[in-house]
């Protein structure tokens, strides 16, 4: 059975920085693309980026680029989201996705919901 | 950067209706799109893809048809679990990609 258990609830203040996970499991973690998607409170859903850990390939969207870092520790199947300096903007859950064999995201973790203020 | 849209963003209907939501995307996307449920305080689920493809576990009373630009998500037979927001998502093959639409709230009339 293919898991993804995120890290737990995170509050913290701006400027802070921050690093969430995506441990992995029931499936070859290396040969599978991880993507992580935004949801803010009460929106929809936005997709920042993934990475395929195979060779840590990594791809942001145009939104996010710069704003975040995504790794994978092939060591322990854990992917990671991680940020330099919150912003109270950055508040909401942080879904990490595994894209499966049929292109398409299969299955995801429970998310991390990340609160920042001051 | 191809954009999706979604109608309508919401749908009030009862047990045992029909509903048809539609999804749009900005140019020629061939059958690279799939939908997504997701619940309250839930992850989302895949419910299709390639358009129109049943994702395995997911009810029947689920279809998904189109190709090009514009597509459609219909559930035949309204059950109770299935008061949700549906996401329409686009995807690339290399590097992935993914695109959702602002989503379509069904809920109880």
């Known amino acids: 059975e293919v898991q993804l258990v995120q890290s737990r609830a995170e509050v913290k203040k701006p400027g802070e920085s921050l690093k969430i996970s995506c441990k992995t499991s029931?499936?070859?973690?290396?040969?599978?693309?991880i993507a992580w998607v935004r949801q803010m409170p009460g929106k929809g859903l936005e997709w920042m980026g993934g990475?395929?850990?195979?060779?840590?390939?990594?791809t942001y969207s145009p939104s996010f680029q710069g704003l975040v870092t995504i790794s994978a520790d092939k060591s322990t199947s854990t992917a990671y989201l991680q940020w330099s300096r919150l912003k109270a903007s950055d508040t909401a859950i942080y879904y990490c996705a595994r894209r499966g064999s049929t292109w398409y995201i299969e299955d995801w973790g429970k998310g991390t919901t990340v609160t920042v203020s001051s | 950067d191809i954009q999706m849209t979604q109608s309508p963003s919401s749908v009030s209907a009862s047990v045992g209706d029909r509903v048809i939501i539609t999804c749009r995307a900005s140019?020629?996307?061939?059958?690279?799109l799939a939908w997504y449920q997701q619940k309250p305080g839930r992850a989302p689920r895949l419910l299709i893809y390639?358009?129109?493809t049943l994702q395995s576990g997911a009810p029947s009373r689920f279809s998904g048809s189109g190709s090009g630009t514009d597509f459609t998500l219909t559930i035949s037979s309204l059950q109770p679990e299935d008061f949700a927001t549906y996401y329409c998502q686009h995807t690339n093959t290399f590097p992935p990609r993914f695109t959702f639409g602002p989503g379509t709230k069904v809920d109880i009339k």
């Open positions: 140019q020629d996307i061939s059958n690279w």
């Open positions: 990475i395929y850990p195979g060779d840590s390939d990594t």
């Open positions: 029931g499936y070859s973690f290396t040969n599978y693309w």
């Open positions: 390639a358009a129109s």
